[in-house]
């Protein structure tokens, strides 16, 4: 009996999703809770799990495709036994061509092509090739035993789909492909391109629904709140002897680095206990301050920009902030962020630093009220007790909105962190 495959409930409020990649083709075998397909929310990358060990004998819905919460995207059918039914496969086989074989042996004969099905048999891996190319079976000419549609036969068919058309030599003196342009005098004929014949494809791909997502979370900050940005830049001499002093003490202790991240972190904390109107948010006509502090840490995924939340971080030491983004990073790496890591969040921190960024404004995420931007950090020279030394320096930006946040509190939030970082031991003295 076939066995559905149902999108299943990926968090309040989502009604659709949108197929990633199948990670077992028609025909593969599949066993109990190992992941079948990947479901793209605008959240989040789940995976689902097979209800039961079987074969996948059924997709319904491609990769790319949008399907509703409960819409069935393929079926399956169950093993009876895992471990006897793929050994007595192979005896069924050659007891059917000695049933079958004598009633229409002279049709066979005169037409052996038409005895093959219109769907040759498809091997798992070149159905999983069929499905992400959106090819047709019938199209392919399979060279396995019995026609059998090989991986091969797919990957050579697409490149025959995809190889451009070579243009005609029949007549030399024919040029459909240019057209000849009159030059003033003094100046040669050209003969410039009339259709480009190859090097200008275009590639449409449909977004997807984090990326649908983001866009429209930043096309709503952008009108829903008075954005305004402010900068500051940070020495970062202290922090870098700190960290070079205690790295191999600090990473033998707890197994990870110690970053620039857990630094500001406590400093960014520390600052919104000065101005708590960062760390609000605007409900309607109140203004609902919080006091605790939720900081969202943005991080580079396969699927786009992610923003998972540090709870309770004014909780955590200096190397739980750094094993959490740590496995924030390399979670999100590979799309393993879950939904509720996502939600909330008081107020964020954006590293653009880490691919090169000098200087930026980072957009706020609704309903917080500020987001802190980093960058690179660049060996500059500044002036110091009246010398001009070479220091690394980094520009800070906080992007506010000014519905809820003065300009002097967002300049003096950005001078508190940097105070904190240019002297760390403030953060530990809490002064």
Not at 207 to 235: G, H, K, W, Y
Not at 317 to 329: L, P
Request: proline fraction near 8%.
């Amino acid at each position: 009996m076939p066995i559905e495959l149902v999108v299943p409930s990926v968090g309040e409020s989502i009604t659709e999703v949108q197929i990633g990649s199948w990670l077992k083709g028609q025909g593969e075998r599949v066993d109990r809770d190992q992941p079948v397909v990947e479901i793209e929310s605008d959240k989040a990358t789940l995976e689902l799990p097979a209800p039961t060990s079987g074969t996948i004998t059924q997709v319904l819905k491609k990769t790319g495709e949008i399907a509703k919460v409960g819409d069935v995207i393929g079926y399956m059918e169950e093993s009876q036994d895992s471990v006897v039914a793929p050994a007595k496969a192979p005896e069924s086989q050659p007891q059917q061509p000695a049933v079958v074989e004598p009633k229409p042996a002279t049709a066979q004969q005169q037409s052996p092509k038409s005895v093959q099905p219109a769907e040759p048999r498809v091997m798992p891996a070149a159905a999983r090739l069929l499905a992400e190319g959106g090819l047709d079976a019938s199209d392919v000419e399979g060279t396995g035993p019995g026609g059998r549609v090989l991986k091969e036969d797919v990957l050579r068919r697409a490149e025959v789909s995809s190889s451009p058309a070579q243009p005609s030599t029949e007549r030399p003196d024919t040029l459909p492909a240019t057209q000849t342009v009159s030059q003033p005098p003094g100046h040669p004929l050209q003969s410039i391109p009339a259709v480009a014949q190859e090097g200008r494809e275009e590639d449409v791909v449909p977004m997807s629904p984090m990326r649908l997502r983001i866009a429209q979370r930043l096309v709503e900050a952008q009108q829903a709140a008075a954005l305004l940005t402010t900068f500051n830049e940070v020495d970062m001499s202290q922090v870098m002897s700190l960290r070079k002093e205690h790295q191999e003490k600090f990473q033998s202790l707890y197994n990870v680095k110690l970053g620039f991240m857990s630094f500001f972190v406590k400093a960014v904390i520390e600052a919104l206990k000065d101005v708590p109107q960062l760390n609000a948010e605007i409900r309607e006509n109140s203004i609902v301050y919080r006091n605790y502090y939720d900081i969202g840490i943005a991080v580079g995924g396969g699927k786009g920009l992610v923003v998972p939340i540090i709870r309770s971080a004014e909780r955590l030491s200096f190397a739980e902030i750094e094993v959490t983004i740590a496995g924030f990073a390399e979670r999100a790496k590979h799309n393993k962020i879950g939904l509720e890591e996502l939600k909330g969040g008081t107020f964020s921190i954006s590293n653009g630093g880490v691919y090169g960024s000098l200087l930026s404004t980072p957009i706020v995420n609704p309903p917080q009220s500020g987001i802190l931007g980093l960058h690179t950090i660049q060996e500059r020279p500044v002036a110091r007790e009246g010398q001009v030394v070479i220091r690394p320096m980094m520009y800070t930006a906080l992007t506010y909105d000014h519905r809820i946040v003065d300009g002097k509190e967002a300049v003096g939030f950005l001078k508190r962190i940097k105070d904190c970082i240019e002297n760390p031991a403030r953060m530990l003295l809490e002064v």
